[in-house]
């Protein structure tokens, strides 16, 4: 098996020198590597969510899978697959639930050089488990686009979310 997977640990039982073993752990149907790139929870009515991406998914194309978990058992089930537009979009390659609650979900791709450089927004539907697109942001290539690097300006550290960043997402 080559195929990718993401494994998830209960760290409630905080006991130093513990060791920690995976309680569940998701793996991709077929042998893509690239499943579990990226992963962001939410947590929802109740309800535990997680999102999987996989930018090679389906021949190229792309794809997010959506886990529930109710009531906090750590027990997921794929509920939703939203797939890629388009062969080698690199869709899935980033994901990230908003923080609100509110259950909004960005998804991007994973190859900054590829002409479909898309941000997808996805808002959960109140009455089921889905997500439906409400958005997508294109780049305009109209505007040239020079970035400059500054090295006089020191990096800023967040201390509000120590975790920022966490599932490169």
């Known amino acids: 098996y080559t195929g990718g997977s993401v494994d998830i640990?209960?760290?409630?039982t905080n006991v130093c020198g513990t060791?920690?073993?995976?309680?569940f752990?998701?793996?991709?149907?077929?042998?893509?590597?690239?499943?579990?790139?990226?992963?962001?929870?939410?947590?929802?009515?109740?309800?535990?969510?997680?999102?999987?991406?996989?930018?090679?998914?389906?021949?190229?194309?792309?794809?997010?899978?959506i886990y529930k978990s109710q009531n906090y058992n750590l027990d997921w089930i794929l509920i939703q697959t939203i797939?890629?537009?388009?062969n080698n979009s690199f869709f899935g390659g980033k994901v990230k639930f908003d923080g609100s609650g509110l259950g909004?979900?960005?998804?991007?791709?994973?190859?900054?050089?590829?002409?479909?450089?898309?941000?997808?927004?996805y808002e959960k539907d109140g009455q089921n488990d889905a997500?439906?697109?409400?958005?997508?942001?294109?780049?305009?290539?109209?505007i040239p686009q020079v970035l400059e690097y500054l090295d006089n300006i020191p990096p800023v550290i967040s201390s509000q979310n120590p975790c920022g960043g966490f599932g490169n997402s």
């Open 25 to 65: 752990s998701i793996s991709s149907n077929d042998n893509d590597t690239t499943f579990g790139e990226s992963v962001s929870f939410c947590s929802y009515s109740g309800s535990l969510y997680l999102a999987v991406g996989s930018s090679t998914a389906f021949d190229g194309f792309g794809a997010v899978f």
């Open 104 to 121: 909004t979900l960005v998804i991007g791709n994973s190859n900054t050089q590829n002409s479909q450089e898309n941000v997808y927004i």
């Open 83 to 86: 797939y890629g537009p388009s």
């Open 9 to 12: 640990y209960d760290l409630s």
């Open 19 to 23: 060791p920690y073993y995976p309680k």
């Open 131 to 142: 997500w439906i697109k409400s958005f997508e942001l294109s780049p305009d290539t109209s």
